[in-house]
């Protein structure tokens, strides 16, 4: 079973709307973190937000926040105020338990693209 | 924040030849480090893991003979594809987590693009 989904392979917004990106994930642990990353066409993996499974408060990183909902098991990135520079692809991560050693597993990402 | 750097950024060689590619935390020490593959237009698959002074942890179905990991130092590791063929060319990208240091962070290299030919 996929451990984390993301069920929009592509998005469209309009520069300085708002918009959602989908995450599920599945996980027996009640330690986990889950994280948000950005990959320009350049390639490199640019950390944008983290959520513990232990948070009581949504995450919030600037344009940046998420929507954690424990029992649906979902973790959407909402960015707010669009710009062209938001263009990019998406991925959503978990880490299960506290091992130092454990991975993170990414989903299939979501390709957004910020219209003028 | 923490730096994760690889060399090189891209390669092209020929099949058969065996590229080297280099993962190095740069001011931070790193036990455990992680090898993901990236082909076009799809997400990061982990390789294996690396922990400094022991043998990797391969995921499955990833052939380890093939793909050879030293992890010799706390600030290197290192990723050996022996024996390429243009099926394994693809974006491989390393990522880190510091020692002996709490919090959640994981650094990632800027990826090193191999080219099979």
């Known amino acids: 079973a996929q451990k984390i989904t993301q069920t929009q392979p592509g998005m469209f917004v309009q520069e300085k709307e708002a918009v959602t990106l989908d995450c599920t994930y599945d996980?027996?642990?009640?330690?986990?973190?889950l994280f948000w990353y950005k990959q320009p066409s350049s390639g490199e993996m640019i950390f944008l937000i983290y959520?513990?499974?232990?948070?009581?408060q949504n995450a919030t990183e600037g344009r940046y926040s998420l929507n954690f909902q424990k029992a649906r098991k979902s973790a959407n990135l909402v960015i707010s105020a669009s710009q062209l520079g938001d263009s990019a692809m998406y991925f959503c991560?978990?880490?299960?338990?506290?091992?130092?050693?454990?991975?993170?597993?990414f989903g299939k990402g979501t390709r957004l693209s910020v219209i003028a | 924040g923490a730096v994760v750097s690889q060399h090189p950024s891209w390669v092209i060689c020929k099949s058969g030849t065996s590229v080297k590619i280099e993962c190095r935390s740069l001011?931070?020490?790193?036990?455990?480090m992680f090898w993901y593959r990236q082909f076009p237009k799809q997400s990061l698959m982990l390789m294996a893991t690396?922990?400094?002074?022991?043998?990797?942890?391969?995921e499955q179905g990833v052939e380890k003979d093939k793909f050879l990991i030293n992890h010799a130092s706390l600030t290197l590791s290192t990723l050996t594809v022996t024996s390429a063929h243009p099926e394994d060319s693809s974006f491989y990208i390393c990522?880190?987590?510091?020692?002996?240091?709490?919090?959640?962070?994981?650094?990632f290299g800027p990826g090193t693009r191999l080219t099979v030919t």
């Open positions: 991560a978990m880490r299960e338990g506290r091992e130092r050693n454990t991975p993170l597993v």
């Open positions: 996980t027996s642990d009640p330690s986990y973190g």
């Open positions: 001011d931070f020490q790193a036990t455990t």
């Open positions: 690396s922990n400094e002074g022991s043998k990797a942890t391969y």
């Open positions: 959520q513990g499974s232990y948070d009581q």
């Open positions: 990522s880190a987590r510091e020692s002996g240091r709490l919090g959640y962070e994981q650094y």
